[in-house]
Nanobody, 124 residues
Framework: VQLQASGGGLVQAGGSLRLSCAASGRTFSRYTMGWFRQAPGEEREFVAAISRGDGSTSYADSVKGRFTISRDNAKNTVYLQLNSLKPEDTSVYYC??????????????????WGQGTQVTVSS
């Protein structure tokens, strides 16, 4: 599976962005999909994930209520809608695919494939 993330950019605090992650292959629906982010000098952290089955979701507390993850299996694409952005959301955002269930989604080591990352910068 190859993942291509896009949609990042520069936005003012309070603004919105929508990130997309397009996957190659015909087995996209079999993967739990996640978004992580990593700021300079920081460890990669979990942001959100969506299950491969019923579309259940999981969010980091820091983004709950502001970010929304969704997927379109017909388009082999997962999305991350970022609303009410804050300067502390500035990071490189990565999408990832896992063969494991949502219960493992918070652990980056449980993901099998990673996209190249897209930069999100939020100005104050």
């Amino acid at each position: 599976v190859q993942l291509q993330a896009s949609g990042g950019g520069l936005v003012q605090a309070g603004g919105s962005l929508r990130l997309s992650c397009a996957a190659s292959g015909r087995t996209f629906s079999r993967y739990t999909m996640g978004w992580f982010r990593q700021a300079p000098g920081e460890e990669r952290e979990f942001v959100a994930a969506i299950s491969r089955g019923d579309g259940s979701t999981s969010y980091a507390d820091s983004v709950k209520g502001r970010f929304t993850i969704s997927r379109d299996n017909a388009k082999n694409t997962v999305y991350l809608q970022l609303n009410s952005l804050k300067p502390e959301d500035t990071s490189v955002y990565y999408c990832a695919a896992s063969i494991y269930g949502l219960e493992y989604a918070l652990q980056s080591r449980m993901y099998n494939y990673w996209g190249q990352g897209t930069q999100v910068t939020v100005s104050s």
